[in-house]
């Protein structure tokens, strides 16, 4: 049974940093693509960052230059740096595999989901 743990999430101020982490069990990791969205309070879940097995990483236009995706696979730990915060940010972020098509942000596409962490950017 896949698990995905995420970790991570916090309260900070605008302009301030924050790591999340989503720990991957129960499959071998490098068999997924992985990708992080994230919802906030009545709104629809977005995707926020995308690592396909093969090819680079992809972002939402909102994110892009002030987070970063990455991976370690021996830790089967999926990471994302998210810098320069701002309010708009605030949202619960999730960690989502994919055992399928890797180059979409449609989450339809992604197979297994941790429970989230939430993220709070306060101005």
């Known amino acids: 049974q896949v698990q995905l743990v995420e970790s991570g999430g916090g309260s900070v101020q605008a302009g301030g940093s924050l790591r999340l982490s989503c720990a991957v069990s129960g499959s071998t990791y490098s068999s997924f693509c992985m990708a992080w969205f994230r919802q906030a309070p009545g709104k629809e879940r977005e995707g926020v960052a995308r690592l396909p097995r093969i090819g680079g990483p992809a972002y939402a236009g909102s994110v892009r230059g002030r987070f970063t995706i990455s991976q370690d696979n021996a830790k089967n730990t999926l990471y994302l740096q998210m810098n320069n915060l701002k309010p708009e940010d605030t949202a619960m972020y999730y960690c989502?595999?994919?055992?399928?098509?890797?180059?979409?942000?449609?989450?339809?596409?992604?197979?297994?989901w941790g429970q989230g962490t939430q993220v709070t950017v306060s101005s």
């Open positions: 989502a595999a994919s055992a399928g098509y890797c180059y979409t942000f449609d989450a339809g596409a992604y197979n297994y």
